[in-house]
């Protein structure tokens, strides 16, 4: 490699190209708009072509992967993540939300409980659930609370076999064998999880887990915690959504193999994190955020440049925009991306403009007009001291779209190609 290579991917920064304006086209990004204007940009669909994908799905496929071939299930990368242990053939790892149903007629009212749950809270409300005996096929659950309203659910049995092929119970994601796809309009209806193979094993696993639902509905509503949550008008996180479920081991070539150098992965959530060490990175665990974006970004910025130290390829996954791309807020969008320009961006580009290379995109697009990921194709930047500029001036969907990268069509083929033809 010519230069070492700082891989950024923010978030769900990326709208549609069918929204009168995106938000990155009302940011204000001196930052990025730099890479964009000194380098070369196109525009990425980050796994396939009409494929809306979930985060890990889309991160395996920036990687180089081609998820349809090497994915686990979001369940086996958010446990891994977490540092947990899983009984292989035993146990079944599923990525949980807390949320707000009611539970009489299992109605949807919140798929995040508001966002508004506090760390203690989660914790107390995982350690209610955590441990809890089915009461059939030697059935039990873990629960184990993460970050915000996520969580991680392992269904296991004792003495009989199970199976990751069964489906959701959030309808907000479909499942598709083992990946799941972003429904655009979902019913706001708990699902009942059904085997999506005809095995004993997928059917044991999805009658386990329907137990565990119910089970922890009714423990979770009656709780201290969410009884005085509904007297300060907060929703409570009454139930456990769980999708995506994964019960076997990755087997493929680690990074730093694949790509004969020293690859590093920077994240704080625990499905990158986990993406990390299941693909054989040097995985850095960012802390949590602390709501103060200068901090954060400068404490990840300074984990980046550490890494630099002793590594060619730097994977950097920032979060931020996401959210409020989600909850629909394009005024907080905004507000997110520009706090990544102006406290991580703006100064990597200081440090890094003589000597590094630098790669930007996304994992997805989350428009605010959709409240969802979507299969929108994001845009995408690159930057070495010696590139030959493009036309583009600014790093949006719709400039990228001028880009002399053009197109590119999987996600899995950005890296490599990269890598190839800029940087060998």
């Not at 669909?45 to 998820?67: C, H, K, M, T, W």
């Not at 064998?177 to 004993?200: H, M």
């Not at 493929?252 to 920077?266: D, G, H, M, W």
Request: aromatic share 8%.
């Amino acid at each position: 490699m010519r230069y070492q290579l700082i891989y950024l991917v923010v978030d769900g920064v990326a709208d549609s190209l069918k929204d009168p304006v995106t938000t990155l086209e009302i940011s204000v990004k001196p930052g990025l708009d730099w890479v964009a204007n000194r380098g070369i940009c196109g525009l990425l669909y980050p796994v396939s072509r009409g494929v809306a994908p979930e985060s890990d799905e889309a991160v395996i496929s920036l990687l180089g992967y081609n998820p349809r071939e090497v994915y686990p299930g979001r369940g086996v990368l958010e446990a891994l993540g977490a540092d947990l242990e899983l009984n292989w053939g035993f146990e079944i790892a599923f990525r949980a939300n807390f949320a707000t149903i009611d539970p009489v007629t299992r109605r949807i009212i919140d798929r995040r409980a508001g966002r508004g749950i506090s760390a203690d809270e989660a914790r107390e409300l995982a350690k209610a659930v955590n441990n809890l005996e089915l009461g059939e096929y030697d059935g039990y659950a873990r629960v184990i609370a993460t970050i915000g309203h996520r969580a991680i659910v392992i269904i296991g049995s004792k003495s009989y076999k199970l199976s990751p092929l069964v489906s959701n119970n959030d309808p907000a994601y479909e499942r598709k064998e083992l990946v799941s796809i972003a429904v655009e309009r979902p019913e706001p209806f708990v699902k009942d999880i059904r085997p999506l193979v005809k095995t004993r094993e997928a059917e044991i696993t999805a009658k386990l887990a329907n137990i565990f639902f119910e089970k922890a509905l009714k423990i979770l509503t009656e709780h201290p915690i969410n009884i005085e949550r509904a007297k300060r008008g907060l929703l409570p996180a009454n139930a456990l959504l769980l999708r995506d479920a994964g019960g076997e081991p990755l087997k493929t070539q680690p990074l730093p193999e694949k790509y004969k150098c020293k690859f590093a992965v920077l994240a704080e959530m625990p499905v990158e994190i986990g993406i990390g060490k299941v693909f054989g990175a040097d995985t850095i665990v960012l802390k949590p955020p602390t709501g103060d974006p200068q901090v954060d970004y400068e404490e990840r910025l300074k984990n980046t440049l550490q890494a630099l130290h002793s590594h060619d390829i730097i994977y950097v996954h920032l979060k931020g925009p996401d959210e409020p791309g989600h909850d629909g807020n394009i005024e907080l969008k905004k507000k997110k991306i520009e706090e990544i320009d102006k406290y991580y961006v703006q100064p990597l580009i200081e440090f890094i403009k003589e000597k590094y290379a630098l790669l930007v995109t996304a994992d997805h697009a989350t428009p605010p007009s959709r409240k969802t990921h979507t299969d929108d194709p994001v845009p995408v930047a690159l930057y070495t001291p010696d590139i030959l500029a493009d036309n583009v001036t600014k790093f949006t969907e719709r400039d990228c779209t001028r880009g002399s990268l053009g197109i590119i069509e999987h996600g899995w083929r950005l890296l490599p190609l990269i890598l190839e033809k800029y940087l060998s």
